[in-house]
């Protein structure tokens, strides 16, 4: 209790410091609500897709071909109802390798191309969308990126999102993740989660995480994607007031509202 104390009052600390600055107002309790939903079901969904880019990998590494096979540039992921197809390309894009991730995780048999195979109208749309944002201008918190390209509402429409690569289990690197709205080849707009390439430090022993977040009055997928990934809680302090909220996998509660002084 007293280290979660300690980590409160740091919080409102950084908020009061930061005081003079411009920071997000409250969302009306509607708008709230739906932010807050939407925060959840996207950052599920980034994690499922990224998870499945993982476990596909795994599956593929143990194909001695796969392996030494240097045209391998990347991949992509497409949700069929409650599996994740995912599809390794090469520069041209053309799909090399595919499998499909279960609902339950498990990769399925890795399937490789005798040669370069055409992508359809989705995967080569989400290639492209891919290659824009990693070719956007944004400052790398890591030596690799892990791209998860989601598709939107919009035809040729889609949202890319930049997620910063570890090997280290006990960090957190939530710093330099990134969001990037691409149409056709097009990047439309970028936001980063966080002013700076902050890691967070975690411990088998600790009961949660905590941070400070000034860019919004509400917890983001951002957040719920890795606390899901940390598996671990994490305490997420807002302006405009130092409003405490923890994110626990994908599910966002308000811990403490303080009310506007005076």
């Known amino acids: 209790m007293i280290r ?12 009061a410091a930061s005081a003079d600055e411009s920071l997000p107002k409250e969302l009306p309790p509607d708008q709230e609500s739906a932010a807050l939903q939407a925060a959840e079901t996207t950052g599920l969904t980034i994690y499922r897709h990224d998870q499945a880019a993982a476990v596909a990998t795994d599956a593929a590494l143990k194909l001695r071909q796969f392996k030494k096979d240097k045209r391998v540039k990347g991949w992509i992921t497409e949700e069929h109802q409650d599996q994740i197809v995912v599809t390794f ?18 990769a399925g048999p890795v399937a490789a191309m005798e040669t370069p195979a055409p992508l359809t109208l989705y995967e080569a749309g989400a290639a492209t969308a891919r290659a824009a944002a990693l070719a956007s201008k944004f400052q790398p918190c890591s030596e690799n990126y892990n791209p998860v390209v989601l598709p939107t509402t919009d035809s040729g429409s889609w949202v890319v999102y930049l997620i910063p690569g570890t090997t280290k289990n006990n960090v957190v690197p939530i710093g330099g993740t990134y969001r990037v709205a691409v149409s056709g080849s097009n990047v439309v707009s970028q936001r980063g989660f966080t002013r700076t390439c902050i890691a967070l430090q975690t411990d088998p022993r600790a009961a949660g995480l905590m941070i400070t977040h000034l860019l919004d009055p509400i917890p983001t997928e951002a957040h719920v994607f890795w606390s899901i990934w940390a598996k671990k809680p994490l305490y997420v302090a807002t302006p405009p007031n130092g409003t405490i909220w923890v994110v626990e996998g994908n599910k966002i509660r308000l811990v403490e509202r303080k009310a506007a002084e005076g």
């Open 4 to 15: 979660y104390i300690l980590a409160m009052t740091l919080a409102f600390g950084c908020l």
């Open 89 to 106: 390309i090469d520069q041209t894009p053309a799909a090399l390798y595919r499998t499909v991730v279960s609902k339950d995780g498990a």
